[in-house]
């Protein structure tokens, strides 16, 4: 099918359905087989499913030839079916509590009566899910409130086997980051994030940084889901949906208080932190998290409104931070939510649904002007200058989602689903006031941004950009559904901007120095304006879940189309580049189609639905959105190292000499590649194509005891057509390779490690002429790889008079080969972690995660919530397992230290490298995660909570302690760079012991 035929189906199907949608992944469905007491099948009785969730009140089936009837599309909530059949009495089954993303096997065996002879049936709920194969984790309101946490998004999301979070939180320490998520070897790059079934993922580092800051009050349920997606799921990473609360016909609302302050924390800095180097920790002067929610009628049975609001924050000072007079710097972060909601049941088959969720964020401070230089910098001083080098920002700037959607169960066999989803993020941090200079003043050219590697100081000012990030997504499916069969068809279609406009202070990206030796200069091309977009990412999907006895077989295939351009754009000269335009790029890059099979087999192992036998097989794609559309423009932001002693390059004695500002005299322009910022410095491979990866899952699931399950798995994940892109030690991002060189254009060269001294080789460009040489190939690999493996165990249990347990542990290794190195042969070392030299290996590392909640005396409600995991660097959204580094960066002056030398085949003061071509080499001294990890994070949090009832009002005090073991752990650390001064000195600490009260009020 050509892919205009594509869109012209896919337009059609748009007027049919009226508006398009995401389908509603988090589906729940109730199924089974009807018998009579000998055990034979029984086609034809109607099966009525009930109950105050369904937006018509009620749907009827009946049992198909084998006696089997589905229904689907139920949302979340409590049911009754009714089972009729003429000559046989009727069965009633209560109290089933059916969760999002489950399909609850409601079996039954009828007996020959009078129909007006009713059998009701009351029982506990299924717990095991014997029809589907996805592993998947439901958290509902009732549960969170139940459990102690801080009610962020991601602390919940950390309850779920095999989820981790990219960072800590301690009572909301970490309300105002955006902490990510990670699953069974798949980064947050994998991840999909939706409200409703509807997307609301953004293109922010391709959907990897996923900045959206949800007021989470809103939500009823949260679906997490982890494994074996079915073929509507376009990723394969944690897909987490968002099920929001919805009017109905009686007034209700919610409302809380809570907080922490400054002399609610105790004190964690200890001496083991202070012969480390640390000065001060990080402390809390304020928390707070206010939230409302009210919902009702507008008009009863027709029309109903929810309203959520939700205003949540911290002030917390920052560990080795001061201001010029001594006083440390605390940064201040807020959210205010806003989420309003309506439902109309237009007809008895057809429901509407209006949502809208505005985020404005604050943070800061913003101090008063102005900023001073030049910049005082303490001894203790770490980190940003906050007077100089620290940003704020206001809510003018929004984030937000909304979406429109409809429903219809048009008969009890055809289901039909549509709507349209937009989710938006107007981003900035400015500078504070008195930092920003007109350009090419005598300001501009002194304050550009500093840096000291070795003391891990940043001054001056901070570079910055204006982004205005929109996604829509518009899709629609359809559903046939028998007792046997549950066929599902529809399409996705995804488009997205991304603009984006830098700039830094004096043109330059940083200035460099080593223990105050100036080193280099970063210099850039501003000003730089792009405007990436993804003109389409549409997919098309057909899938099957089909009952065979005891196996039910989900089998489906996606096809997927991606485009992706830039818009033509014009920006003004700039400090090493001139005026510049360039017409719009297309078809960066352009796939499709790419075919993405899915099967899913669950089988009843006993035939009573309380053991399921899953295994699930799955190819997913690698999301691509707008990165390769920044890359590949004319106007990509490029940046380049000159080397820099702050002195006259031609030896003149001047009085701008060790003044601290890079002149252009003072820097190498030869160095700079061929037309520096006036040409793209990358190209695209013609044959370039989609990164996927292959996963694998194999686990059981047993109901133990009533409402008590037990589960084990294991996961395997593979990466193929790897996209060639390489992470050098240090760096923050990745590297096409640069076809330009290759490794015969370096010389090797025997050097010591400082570490350990081994002697090793290093390797040095032949020649400065080889640095204006740039010619990036944006291709894939055809050896390098990534495989994921890890074992999981998972126990979970309602208990009586309201108790939960959730309980699990997941071990886990990633290992990874990216010996495909075309360009640089430093990055050839240790590159293959499957096979590592000298005894090195990389080991499998396990976590424990508790949350526990009980009722003990005079109707308190206790819980606990404990987490065990390794260490690994806060706030990293990329790594998939713990890599804590040891490197060594060298610059042309580093020498050899008579410390260094001891014993060793090197001599003291020597250059370690002599005539050094390249401004520096980043060396790894051991392999990453094989020797060095950052320290076990072990957090327990407690909280006591009773309810008071007046009247029709419910009031639950609450008092919670985080952190109660009042643990120190070092949860990142400033600098890898072996024999700096910030090497090892911890940057982040656990915060300590910390209390919040709070009130919780239900009407």
């Not at 190939?777 to 165990?793: A, H, K, M, W």
């Not at 014993?903 to 390249?918: D, S, W, Y």
Request: with cysteine; proline share 5%.
């Amino acid at each position: 099918m050509g892919r205009s035929l594509v869109f012209r189906v896919v337009a059609l199907l748009v007027l049919l359905v009226g508006i398009a949608s995401t389908p509603a992944l988090a589906q729940s469905s109730i199924a089974g087989q009807v018998t009579d007491n000998t055990g034979a099948v029984l086609p034809g009785v109607t099966v009525e499913v009930g109950g105050p969730s369904l937006i018509e009140g009620s749907r009827v089936v009946t049992t198909d030839g084998e006696g089997r009837y589905t229904v689907v599309d139920l949302r979340p909530g409590a049911y009754r079916v009714t089972f009729s059949l003429e000559g046989f009495n009727r069965v009633i089954r209560e109290g089933i509590q059916l969760p999002s993303n489950f399909t609850a096997t409601v079996d039954t065996s009828m007996s020959v009566g009078a129909l007006s002879e009713s059998i009701t049936v009351s029982g506990s709920s299924p717990i095991v899910d014997v029809q589907q194969a996805q592993r998947s984790q439901v958290l509902d309101s009732a549960l969170l409130e139940s459990l102690v946490n801080s009610q962020s998004l991601w602390v919940q999301a950390n309850f779920v086997s095999g989820v981790r979070i990219s960072g800590t939180d301690v009572g909301g320490s970490q309300y105002s980051r955006d902490l990510q998520l990670e699953t069974h070897g798949a980064s947050s790059l994998h991840n999909s994030y939706m409200m409703d079934g509807l997307s609301v993922d953004n293109a922010s580092q391709d959907g990897a940084d996923n900045i959206n800051y949800y007021t989470t009050v809103s939500n009823q349920e949260t679906v997490i889901e982890t494994s074996g997606g079915t073929a509507e799921a376009g990723t394969g990473g944690v897909r987490l949906n968002m099920i929001p609360k919805d009017g109905s016909n009686r007034y209700a609302g919610t409302g809380y208080v809570g907080g922490s302050r400054d002399g609610w924390q105790s004190n964690n800095f200890r001496q083991r932190l202070r012969d480390r180097g640390v000065t001060a920790v990080s402390a809390v002067d304020g928390i707070w998290d206010y939230s409302a929610t009210a919902g009702g009628p507008i008009v009863a049975n027709k029309l109903w409104f929810h309203f959520s609001a939700r205003k949540w924050g911290n002030e917390l000072p920052v560990a080795d931070s001061y201001y010029d007079d001594g006083r440390q710097y605390a940064l201040w972060g807020e959210m205010i939510g806003l989420v309003p909601r309506i439902t109309w049941q237009a007809t008895r088959r057809n429901k509407f649904t209006v949502h809208v969720e505005r985020l404005g964020k604050y943070t800061g401070p913003r101090l008063a002007c102005c900023a001073s230089y030049p910049a005082v910098l303490l001894p203790q001083q770490r980190g940003a200058d906050p007077e100089t080098a620290t940003t704020w920002k206001n809510g003018e700037r929004p984030y937000g989602a909304h979406y429109v959607k409809w429903s219809s169960p048009i008969s009890s066999r055809v289901l039909v689903e549509a709507g349209r989803s937009t989710s938006f993020i107007l981003d900035g941090y400015p500078n504070q006031e008195g930092v920003e200079s007109p350009r090419f003043s005598p300001a501009w050219y002194a304050n550009a941004r500093k840096v000291d590697l070795d003391l891990g100081i940043q001054w001056n000012s901070a570079n910055w950009s204006m982004r205005e990030v929109i996604n829509h997504e518009n899709s629609a499916s359809v559903s046939f559904v028998t007792g046997t069969h549950n066929m599902r068809f529809g399409f996705q279609h995804k488009d997205a901007k991304e603009e984006l406009d830098n700039n830094a202070i004096g043109d330059i990206q940083q200035i460099q120095y080593r223990s105050g030796v100036p080193d280099s200069v970063s210099v850039g091309n501003y000003p730089v304006l792009r405007d990436p977009r993804l003109d389409y990412d549409m997919g098309l999907f057909a899938q099957d879940r089909w009952a065979i006895g005891r196996l039910t077989a989900t089998a489906g295939l996606r096809v997927q189309w991606l485009k992706s351009s830039a818009r033509a754009v014009s920006v003004e000269g700039g400090r090493f580049v001139g005026a510049r335009s360039f017409d719009r790029v297309d078809n960066v890059p352009k796939w499709g189609p790419d075919l993405s099979p899915r099967l899913g087999l669950a089988y009843d192992l006993f035939g009573d639905a309380k053991t399921a036998l899953k295994f699930s097989v799955g190819k997913y794609f690698t999301r691509v959105m707008t990165t390769y559309a920044k890359e590949l423009i004319p106007l990509a932001l490029v940046t380049q190292s000159l080397p820099w002693n702050d002195r006259d390059l031609t030896g003149r004695s001047l009085p701008s000499n060790l003044d601290g500002i890079a002149q252009d005299n003072e820097l190498d322009f030869t160095r700079l590649p061929t037309n520096f910022g006036t040409r793209n410095l990358a190209r695209l491979d013609p044959n370039f194509k989609r990164e996927y990866n292959v996963e694998t899952a194999l686990s059981i699931q047993h109901e133990l005891f009533n409402n008590v399950s037990l589960s084990g798995g294991w996961f395997h994940r593979s990466f193929h057509n790897m996209f060639l892109c390489t992470v050098a030690p240090g760096a923050t991002a990745c590297a096409y390779p640069n076809t330009s060189r290759s490794p015969s254009d370096y010389d090797p060269v025997q050097v010591v490690s400082p570490y350990d001294g081994e002697v090793f080789t290093a390797y040095n460009l032949k020649s400065a002429a080889l640095l204006s040489r740039v010619d990036n190939l944006i291709t894939n690999s055809p050896t390098n790889r990534q495989v994921y493996d890890g074992f999981e165990v998972a126990l979970q249990a309602r208990l009586r008079n309201g108790g939960t347990l959730l309980a699990n542990s997941t071990t886990q290794r990633t290992l990874t080969d990216r010996c495909d190195v075309r360009d640089d042969p430093n990055l050839l070392r240790f590159c293959d972690r499957f096979d590592l030299p000298g005894g090195y290996r990389i080991p499998f590392r396990a976590d424990f995660k508790l949350a526990f909640s009980y009722p003990v005396y005079y109707g308190i409600m206790a819980s606990l919530a404990f987490t065990s995991s390794p260490g690994r660097q806060e706030g990293n959204i990329v790594a998939v397992d713990e890599q804590l580094p040891i490197f060594w960066n060298l610059t042309r002056t580093t020498r050899y230290t008579a410390e260094n030398c001891a014993g060793r085949p090197c001599t003291p003061g020597a250059l370690v490298i002599p005539n050094m071509v390249q401004t520096s080499i980043v060396l790894p001294l051991v392999p990453t995660g094989s020797t060095r990890f950052l320290e076990r994070l072990n957090q327990l949090d407690l909280s006591l909570r009773r309810t008071f009832r007046a009247r029709k009002i419910e009031w639950t005090p609450e008092f919670d302690i985080y952190n109660a073991l009042n643990a120190d752990t070092v949860t990142a650390e400033r600098s890898a760079n072996f024999g700096t001064a910030a090497y090892g000195v911890p940057q982040a600490v656990l915060l300590g012991r910390l209390m919040r009260l709070a009130i919780r009020v239900k009407w």
